[in-house]
């Protein structure tokens, strides 16, 4: 039987990844100007199964723009997978993939949609 999904291993990992950079954010001290003056969250971050790789997903608070700040986060990788390796063991430090947080945008747009008079009088 086939499993689906992340075994417990990726997901533990993967939490503790999402908390190292979540820390990292926090502290700042970027020398890169976008990264120095964005507040980025880090909202999930998912790892491929041999832990090799980790997809970080990404949001800027209160903005709509985090896709601008790929760059400087591709910039920033080795920086940021250096702190992962400092603060975790693993035999290997995984790499690191950057991707916008679209899922609150979708759930505002699936709300906003729920709210127009059109569904709202379908829904009544």
Same mark, same amino acid.
């Given at each position: ?6 075994s417990q291993r990726q997901l ?38 041999? @832990?090799?790789? %980790? ?5 800027? +608070?209160?903005? $709509? !723009?985090?896709?601008?700040? #790929? ?9 940021l997978r250096a702190q992962v ?13 950057f991707e916008p947080d679209t899922? @609150?945008?979708? %759930? ?5 949609? +729920?709210?127009? $008079? !059109?569904?709202?009088?379908? #829904?009544?």
């Open positions: 039987m086939k499993r689906e999904g992340p533990r990992v993967a939490e503790e990844i999402r908390h190292v950079l979540a820390s990292v954010f926090a502290r700042g001290g970027f020398r890169d100007p976008d990264l120095a003056a964005s507040s980025i969250t880090i909202t999930e971050v998912r790892m491929s199964p041999d @832990l090799r790789h %980790a997809t970080v997903f990404f949001t800027r +608070l209160g903005r $709509p !723009d985090a896709a601008a700040l #790929l760059p400087a986060l591709a910039h920033a990788q080795a920086h390796a400092h603060a975790m063991r693993l035999k290997f430090a995984p790499t690191l993939h899922s @609150l945008d979708y %759930a505002a747009g699936i709300d906003a949609l +729920l709210r127009s $008079p !059109d569904v709202s009088r379908d #829904l009544g």
